[in-house]
């Protein structure tokens, strides 16, 4: 089993940035994909980004052109790089690592970004 760890969230103003780190216990290199979800209060969890093994992104649409996930297999860490930010993209954000061929999941426990003046 592996354990996610995330880091960087904390309290923002509006158009400013952060980066979110996430730390694996393990390798990352089973997981076909590593992403990054949110969640709002009173909200479900939604998918904010995705990087598979291969190196090809996804992006929610309203994070597109300000979010960017990073993979680092060596240092079995992904990281968001989170531009430009709004009070829209306050949530906690949670580290997932999935593999569809071994048939698992694992989160993070979260952390929280807020984005407020």
């Known amino acids: 089993q592996v354990q996610l760890v995330e880091s960087g969230g904390g309290l923002v103003q509006p158009g400013g940035s952060l980066r979110l780190s996430c730390a694996a216990s393990g390798s990352i290199l089973s997981f076909n994909v590593m992403a990054w979800y949110r969640q709002a209060p009173g909200k479900q969890r939604e998918l904010v980004a995705a990087i598979i093994s291969g190196g090809s992104t996804n992006y929610a649409d309203s994070v597109k052109g300000r979010f960017t996930i990073f993979r680092d297999n060596a240092k079995n860490m992904v990281s968001l790089q989170m531009n430009s930010l709004k009070p829209e993209d306050t949530a906690v954000y949670y580290c997932?690592?999935?593999?569809?061929?071994?048939?698992?999941?694992?989160w993070g426990q979260g952390t929280q970004v807020t984005v407020s003046s």
């Open positions: 997932n690592a999935r593999s569809a061929v071994l048939g698992v999941s694992y």
